[in-house]
């Protein structure tokens, strides 16, 4: 039940949930979404043409917000001199009509995420042809409807119609990228606006200790391969000093002998 109220808070459908997080989940646990690769990131950006398409895209992979607050997102939310988006609204996506409020889903919702400059340009860009005080509209100045999200939802899913997407799934890859440029589990639960490190986070740990662990083992077998380099060459020093040892000694030998032979006849 809890998983229900938390997909439709996450897509903007509701603003809070009614079951409480101190509720104890049961049953099974849920399928993990899989994060898009950072070259299926590449390829949306890229083939992406629709302007509000690639504007959400952008939003989502650069900033890991809710799609309500990324509907929600206003002007005046951003701060293009210090590169900074404030969370500071929310959309409920309806069929007919999207209601913008100031209620976010916790508290912790209530944030200052940077963008990159990528986005940065982006939205810079988008703002000088602007005729809303919303991001998001539709060609009537009004913000996006469900059916109009639909719409502009197509020209993202099929640039990969063999890979299930949707606006948590991108959210998800935000998340998957920070954890894999090293940010500890409190920065990222900032950046979600998540108000605990609750199950969902948790999640990411344990993908954050099975990728460690990868490369805690990439970098055990490549200190081996390095001693067993190390130790060929020794042994290839060894064996090239052993062969100019017996070359010497060779020499020697046959100087001696060649001596013997010279001198002979003199003792006759």
């Known amino acids: 039940m809890r998983s229900i109220f938390t997909v439709a808070v996450e897509n903007g459908l509701i603003a809070k949930s009614p079951v409480s997080s101190m509720l104890k989940a049961g049953g099974k646990r849920a399928e993990e979404k899989t994060a898009l690769?950072?070259?299926e990131s590449s390829l949306l950006l890229e083939q992406v043409k629709d302007i509000r398409a690639r504007t959400f895209l952008l939003i989502a992979l650069h900033t890991g917000m809710r799609r309500g607050e990324i509907f929600g997102l206003m002007w005046e939310d951003i701060d293009f001199?210090?590169?900074t988006i404030h969370v500071r609204h929310n959309a409920i996506i309806k069929?007919?009509?999207t209601i913008i409020s100031d209620d976010l889903k916790t508290k912790a919702g209530r944030r200052d995420i940077p963008m990159s400059e990528e986005l940065a340009l982006w939205l810079e860009e988008q703002k000088r042809k602007a005729h809303s005080k919303f991001v998001f509209t539709m060609k009537d100045g009004k913000p996006m409807t469900q059916s109009s999200y639909k719409s502009m939802w197509r020209h993202i899913s099929a640039e990969l119609p063999d890979t299930h997407i949707s606006a948590h799934i991108l959210r998800h890859t935000y998340i998957t990228r920070m954890f894999e440029a090293g940010l500890d589990i409190k920065?990222?639960?900032?950046?979600?606006?998540?108000?605990?490190?609750d199950m969902r986070l948790r999640v990411y740990t344990h993908y954050d200790q099975k990728s460690r662990k990868t490369k805690t083992a990439e970098k055990v077998r490549e200190a081996l391969r390095m001693d067993s380099t190390?130790?060929?060459?020794?042994?290839?020093?060894?064996?090239n000093r052993m062969m100019l040892w017996r070359y010497a000694v060779v020499c020697l030998l046959t100087w001696l002998y060649s001596?013997?032979?010279s001198i002979s006849p003199m003792k006759l």
């Open 37 to 39: 690769t950072p070259e």
């Open 81 to 83: 001199q210090e590169k």
């Open 95 to 97: 069929e007919k009509a």
């Open 187 to 197: 920065e990222i639960q900032y950046l979600a606006g998540h108000s605990t490190v």
């Open 230 to 239: 190390h130790k060929e060459h020794f042994m290839n020093r060894i064996g």
């Open 259 to 261: 001596g013997e032979k």
